[in-house]
């Protein structure tokens, strides 16, 4: 893929991202945020004052039109390549296409919303943080992932990958002991999911709830009795109710 190419696919992605969310200014801020961008730098490289930035960034009853989505998007790549394409470069590690880490299980998108109260049932989660906020959220799709697999064969640039096309999706750690370390790979890195479930221990550790608190993550563990029931259920009650709007990843 060349340079350009790389450089369109990473703008439709944050475009995507940005459409699909609950909260448009929310997303903005997040991928400001990922670009290491200040509101004023931003607004500057965009030809607007920097209290315009931040109304579309922190009020939900201003909603940006699609001249200055695109101006924004576009800023953003545009001072990243100046200072040297960091990011851009990170990002286009992402493959959409990519299914060959045997950290990720299995990866599922959607084209539409879903309840996250249909995934915590086909979950049986117990949900530790963010009780207050499920009936505001919904989400894009789901990642499950070998939490062993991916401490000892996810690289940072891999991270990424587990995202598929929305961070409004579900996280699903397997064969984790405490829930720390999936929720500190979490913290470090500045892509971060909608909602985090841990299947393996009793109790989740003090510093992942910790984290999750930190981050506005709704964080949970799931009580089914083995892996291949959690699985099953997610397919049984995710994938097949909702398979006419399933997304291919």
């Known amino acids: 893929m060349s340079e350009v190419d790389a ?12 459409l699909v969310s609950n909260n448009i200014g929310a997303s903005l801020r997040k991928w400001r945020r990922i670009f290491k961008i200040t509101q004023v730098e931003l607004a500057n490289h965009m030809g607007v004052s920097a209290s315009v ?8 009853t201003k909603s940006p039109g699609s001249r200055f989505l695109k101006r924004y998007v576009d800023s953003l790549v545009e001072i990243d390549m100046r200072r040297g394409g960091k ?23 959607f084209y539409r ?12 989660a117990e949900i530790i943080v963010g009780k207050d906020h499920i009936n505001e959220t919904n989400l894009y799709g789901y ?17 990424y990958k587990i995202f ?40 989740i550790d003090t510093l992942a709830i910790k984290i999750a ?23 049984k009650n995710i994938d097949e ?9």
Not at 91 to 101: A, K, R
Not at 187 to 196: C, E, I
Not at 214 to 230: N, P, T, V, Y
């Open 87 to 109: 990011i851009i470069s990170l990002l286009s590690s992402i493959d959409l296409g990519w299914s060959g880490n045997k950290a990720i299980l299995r990866i599922k998108d």
């Open 53 to 60: 930035v931040s109304e579309y960034e922190n009020d939900p």
């Open 241 to 249: 109710n909702f398979k006419d709007i399933s997304a291919v990843v």
């Open 213 to 235: 608190e930190k981050e506005h993550i709704i964080l949970g563990i799931s009580r089914h009795s083995s892996q291949e029931s959690l699985i099953s259920s997610l397919v």
């Open 164 to 203: 598929g096309r929305s961070t409004e999706r579900a996280l699903i750690f397997l064969n984790i002991s405490t829930g720390r370390s999936p929720l500190v790979a979490v913290r470090v890195y500045p892509l971060k999911p909608r909602m985090v479930v841990v299947h393996g221990p009793k109790k």
């Open 113 to 124: 919303p879903i309840d996250i109260k249909c995934f915590i049932e086909a979950l049986d």
């Open 7 to 18: 450089v369109t696919s990473i703008k439709k992605k944050i475009y995507g991202d940005v």
């Open 143 to 159: 990642t499950i992932i070998d939490g062993v697999a991916a401490i000892l064969s996810m690289s940072g640039e891999s991270y």
